[in-house]
């Protein structure tokens, strides 16, 4: 029995039912993304307050590492990817790469937006910019990127 076993079951919702493995997969990812996050944040606070690095050459930094902590996590947990298959794990690293290049791009606009903009600081706007994109990831993450 794992520890969230009390909540993963099917649910009902508008109608629609959503069956048991969809719900402990996106539990699963929840917990990679926030894992993830904290990483990220962390990192992220260390970089501008330890070493006093700028805001853009800190995401340069951290951002590799938070990417590569959730695309293994994600692919060896939470979507449940087959160990030692070189020719797919390449090619949903290609596609995880591709998705990495196109948050990267939508994140820089909307850290411009909320900083420069809206004059948030800095590590309001760091956590609206990783949290917006968990909606859209998890189903190209599901249906794209590891997809059986």
């Not at 260390?46 to 590799?64: A, D, Q, R, W």
């Not at 087959?82 to 820089?108: F, H, P, W």
């Amino acid at each position: 029995m794992k520890i969230y076993d009390w909540f993963i079951r099917d649910y009902e919702i508008f109608g629609r039912k959503i069956k048991k493995d969809f719900v402990e997969q996106l539990f699963k990812y929840v917990v990679v993304g926030t894992s993830g996050f904290l990483l990220n944040y962390g990192l992220y606070w260390i970089c501008l307050n330890v070493f006093k690095m700028k805001h853009e050459i800190s995401g340069y930094i951290i951002t590799p590492i938070g990417l590569y902590f959730i695309f293994i996590m994600n692919k060896i947990w939470s979507f449940k990817g087959k160990e030692g298959d070189k020719k797919n794990s390449t090619k949903q690293m290609i596609r995880y790469l591709i998705l990495v290049v196109a948050n990267s791009l939508i994140n820089t606009v909307m850290m411009n937006f909320f900083y420069e903009s809206l004059n948030l600081s800095l590590l309001i706007a760091r956590a609206i910019c990783t949290a917006i994109p968990v909606v859209w990831n998890f189903f190209l993450y599901k249906y794209w990127i590891y997809k059986e």
